[in-house]
């Protein structure tokens, strides 16, 4: 057993266990920040620090990060970002756009630390730079895997937020150089016509 603290209170659990076991474990109801339980959904971001190493702060997901005895950790429920919904169909240059919309993206020191934190072991850095050059299709291939986590802009020492950068860049990519999807636009004009209108009252019935 190793004694951990979770968000103030301090708690014995079998040292085998990842954080959200340890959570189950101890007698949380952890019915928000949970996903897929494989690393892969992002959503249960947490931060935590260990016994020994002063004031310094680590990041992890829950779901594979490994209890360890004397760490005190809070699960971030929401990771607080700055997202944007502007998307131009007609641009002249794509790279002026970007930091129109993310002007932070230069502040890019080329340290590392996203790289060493992202749980997916994506070159964040390298596609950070990247969308820098106006280099969108790279930025899209190498952040494709990107969870959305946040851990990446937690850590930056520039304050930058490599994932929401990503994201705009795949979804401008996608505007102005790829063909519109003919089964996308197909669900979509059912989602209008309401044809699974009764089976999201039911899914919400059932979350209360």
């Not at 020994?52 to 760490?71: F, P, R, S, W």
């Not at 060493?116 to 280099?135: D, S, T």
């Not at 929401?164 to 102005?176: C, D, G, H, S, T």
């Amino acid at each position: 057993m190793v004694s951990i603290d979770i968000m103030g209170k301090t708690y014995e659990v079998p040292d085998d266990l990842t954080i959200l076991q340890a959570l189950w474990y101890v007698g949380h109801k952890t019915i928000r920040g949970v996903g897929c339980l494989g690393g892969f959904c992002g959503a249960c971001s947490t931060v935590y620090r260990l016994p020994d190493e002063g004031y310094k702060l680590h990041v992890g997901l829950a779901c594979q990060t490994n209890v360890i005895d004397g760490m005190s950790l809070a699960q971030i429920p929401f990771f607080p970002s700055k997202d944007t919904t502007i998307y131009a169909e007609t641009v002249k240059n794509e790279e002026e756009l970007l930091l129109e919309v993310y002007p932070d993206t230069q502040k890019c020191i080329s340290c590392g630390v996203c790289n060493r934190v992202c749980p997916q072991n994506l070159n964040v850095m390298g596609y950070v730079l990247k969308a820098n050059n106006g280099e969108f299709q790279t930025t899209v291939n190498w952040s494709f895997d990107c969870i959305n986590c946040g851990l990446c802009a937690m850590k930056c020492p520039a304050d930058i937020s490599p994932n929401l950068i990503a994201r705009y860049v795949r979804r401008q990519y996608a505007l102005l150089s790829l063909q519109p999807s003919r089964l996308l636009a197909t669900r979509i004009e059912e989602i209008r016509k309401g044809k699974y209108d009764d089976a999201w009252r039911e899914l919400f019935a059932d979350l209360g």
